[in-house]
């Protein structure tokens, strides 16, 4: 749309039909069970690994907060791709390796995410992201970065928090909000699953 209007053509002759998917639920299987220590939060990716998809720069953020906070969680990359190898290097070196936990593919992931705590978008560049209208779908408290659609989807401090790209700090406050605010993640989750309903189910895409 901002493409469009940039070149000249006329902001009411511009609609934007945004992806759709449908409002399913999970099959109710927790993949978490067993993997999860009691009161530990669990963070999630779902992403092709690769370095568009910011996940270094994640790892960066979560090495910030084990030093800085005694709450408990674990992160859950859930993909395969050509960046996985390097990616758990690199957390063997920062010294979070205990704490990140490698899931490969999946393909339950509306179940994963029903039963997440926070679900992450590190990416450095999106379209109109599935991946987060998922997130959005299971109610799922939001970190994604500001780029591409991911501001269409969710609005910052409403229905997630999004911080710039390619900055590891950003990420790591915002994701500390989240970790020390049940009341917080409730509340975004709640009104990422109501403005997914409102705005980008299927039958809306379809209506558009």
Partial sequence: RNFLIGKGVRADKVLTVYNGIIPQVSDGI???????KQ???????ASRITSVKGLSFLLDALAMLRQKTSIPFRYF??????ELRPLKTKAKTLGIDDIVSYQGYQS???SW????????MPSLSEAHSIGLLEAMRAGKAIVATNVGGNPESIRDGVDG?????QNAEALAVAIMKLLESEELRNRLGKSARQRFLDNFTEDQMKAN
């Fill in 39 to 45: 009161n530990e939060i669990s963070l999630v990716t």
């Fill in 30 to 36: 927790n993949p978490f069970a067993g993997m999860l």
């Fill in 108 to 110: 339950n992931i509306a």
């Fill in 113 to 120: 995410l029903a039963h997440a705590d926070i679900f992450l």
């Fill in 77 to 82: 990359m859930i993909g395969e791709g050509p």
């Fill in 161 to 165: 928090l999004l911080v710039p790209a």
